[in-house]
């Protein structure tokens, strides 16, 4: 059943929900023609559902687009020509769709050449013999005109920035797998020159100790010192390495909870973030925790809107400005005290102090001296 409504009823996914609500707006702008008609004529009500068909297949790109095209344009001349007053709207059905398809320049142009052809005809035919045409002016007829031409080149141009923005996001999508990926096989490296070295050492000394350990004990002992020592270089090794892993830089720690800011639906502002790109290792790291924290009392207390930073720096200092449009400090808990003084703890490792404000929201005021 899913199969047979995905290739026969509903529109292909890539187009949202956009197609659905062209189809409703159909319903209602063909409804308006149909329920003047007395007695009810139902050749129009027939032509109405053929045109939905075969708009719907116009969607998808195969060897029959030309007589899914073709026949809505029929349609949509047949109802202009029979109702001045409403039937063009079809045309601006078709012509979205002759826009919104992702195909060449070479066939998007043939179809839009097919379309004024049969759109301006119409539109001439109706300037030309219609006894009324006065009623509507000179601006009627130029409004006329302007959608008949424009709307496929609209559409087109919409349609391009949608396919833009979504590869963008695919782009995106696949670099971050690759800076992943890149990632672990640095790691694996890593592990395997520091470590790989130690452990083929400390199975060697095992090896000699067991042999030794019944001819000469006290060189026995004395390699079971040297492994017991290289075991504990190792494992600070691999703290060191876990604590570098843990550590986030401020671009990590912006996207992560860019993610959660729009889960949340709070729009996410940075200004001037490219200057923090620079800054220390302890100082990113800090003020990555810090950005984690506020992002969660945010999202979790301020009922807030937007959330801003702002970075800058001095000769002599780092500034980081965190601002939210939310409820403030009203009805604060004690997590957001202990927040804070876990931020200030942070920052005063790295001799930097910090501010807050509550009014319209909070301000949070960062300041970290540059070392000498």
Do not use: C, H
């Given at each position: 059943m899913n199969k047979f409504l995905d290739k026969y009823v509903l529109?292909?996914?890539?187009?949202?929900?956009?197609?659905?609500?062209?189809?409703?707006s159909l319903f209602l702008m063909a409804g308006q023609i149909l329920i003047t008609q007395h007695p009810?004529?139902?050749?129009?009500?027939?032509?109405?559902?053929?045109?939905?068909?075969?708009?719907?297949?116009?969607?998808?790109?195969?060897?029959?687009?030309?007589?899914?095209?073709?026949?809505?344009?029929?349609?949509?001349?047949?109802f202009t020509l029979k109702f001045p007053n409403g039937g063009g709207t079809f045309f601006i059905y078709t012509a979205w769709e002759i826009g919104s398809l992702p195909y060449k320049l070479r066939d998007f142009l043939r179809y839009l050449v097919l379309y004024l052809v049969i759109s301006l005809s119409c539109v001439l035919t109706f300037i030309l013999f219609t006894p009324t045409i006065k009623e509507y002016g000179p601006f009627g007829i130029i409004?006329?005109?302007?959608?008949?031409?424009?709307?496929?080149?609209?559409?087109?141009?919409?349609?391009?920035?949608?396919?833009?923005?979504?590869?963008?996001?695919?782009?995106?999508?696949?670099?971050?797998?690759i800076i992943k990926q890149n990632e672990r096989d640095r790691i694996a490296q890593d592990l395997h020159d520091s470590l790989g070295q130690s452990f083929s050492l400390i199975t060697l000394k095992s090896e000699l100790a067991t042999k030794l350990i019944d001819k000469d004990p006290k060189k026995a002992q004395q390699q079971l010192k040297d492994i017991a020592q290289t075991s504990r270089d190792d494992l600070n090794l691999v703290r060191q390495i876990v604590a570098?892993?843990?550590?986030?830089?401020?671009?990590?720690?912006?996207?992560?909870e860019g993610k959660n800011l729009d889960l949340a639906q709070i729009q996410q502002i940075s200004i001037n973030e490219d200057v923090s790109n620079t800054w220390p290792k302890d100082i990113q790291h800090t003020l990555a925790a810090i950005i984690k924290e506020t992002t969660t009392n945010v999202i979790r207390y301020s009922h807030?809107?937007?959330?801003?930073?702002?970075?800058?720096?001095?000769?002599?200092?780092?500034?980081?400005?965190i601002h939210d449009d939310g409820i403030g400090f009203k009805g604060a808990t004690d997590h957001i005290s202990y927040g804070l003084s876990g931020m200030t703890n942070r920052l005063k490792s790295i001799n930097g102090t910090l501010k807050v404000t509550s009014d319209h929201g909070v301000y949070l005021q960062i300041s970290i001296p540059k070392k000498d």
């Open positions: 529109f292909p996914k890539r187009f949202g929900f956009m197609p659905y609500f062209w189809v409703f009810f004529n139902w050749f129009y009500l027939l032509l109405v559902l053929i045109f939905l068909k075969f708009y719907r297949d116009g969607y998808s790109i195969n060897r029959w687009l030309w007589l899914d095209i073709g026949i809505q344009l029929l349609i949509a001349a047949y409004i006329a005109l302007t959608f008949t031409i424009g709307s496929p080149i609209a559409a087109r141009s919409l349609g391009n920035s949608y396919r833009r923005s979504y590869r963008t996001k695919q782009t995106n999508r696949r670099l971050e797998t570098d892993l843990n550590a986030q830089s401020i671009a990590s720690a912006m996207v992560s807030a809107n937007l959330m801003k930073f702002t970075f800058e720096e001095d000769a002599s200092n780092y500034f980081l400005d």
